[in-house]
């Protein structure tokens, strides 16, 4: 099995910055895709970052130019820093692994979700 432990969630000021961390641990032979998704209340679960195992991003309109995805393939680790927050971006994070426990066989997994909170 696999499981993806995030951290690095809390209350900021409108403004601020925080860094969330996503790491993988079990059986993994490797690791394709990577992201993260919010879900603010009321709403649908969106596509905040995407990031290939060999580093080609995409973001969400409303968070390119301050929100950053990046990994450490080394580590299992992906990242998600984010600048300027703004009232609007306050959701629960879920970051997301597409996780190879062997060389033929891959599942999608999900982390626990972190609240991040931006007050105005």
């Known amino acids: 099995q696999v499981q993806l432990v995030e951290s690095g969630g809390g209350l900021v000021q409108a403004g601020g910055s925080l860094r969330l961390s996503c790491e993988a641990s079990g059986i993994i032979f490797s690791i394709s895709g990577m992201g993260w998704y919010r879900q603010a209340p009321g709403k649908q679960r969106e596509l905040v970052a995407a990031i290939t195992r060999g580093g080609s991003t995409n973001y969400a309109d409303s968070v390119k130019g301050r929100f950053t995805i990046s990994r450490d393939n080394a580590k299992n680790t992906e990242y998600l820093q984010m600048n300027s927050l703004k009232p609007e971006d306050t959701a629960v994070y879920y970051c997301?692994?597409?996780?190879?426990?062997?060389?033929?066989?891959?599942?999608?997994?999900w982390g626990q979700g972190t609240q991040v909170t931006v007050s105005s």
């Open positions: 997301y692994a597409d996780v190879y426990s062997s060389r033929y066989f891959n599942q999608d997994y």
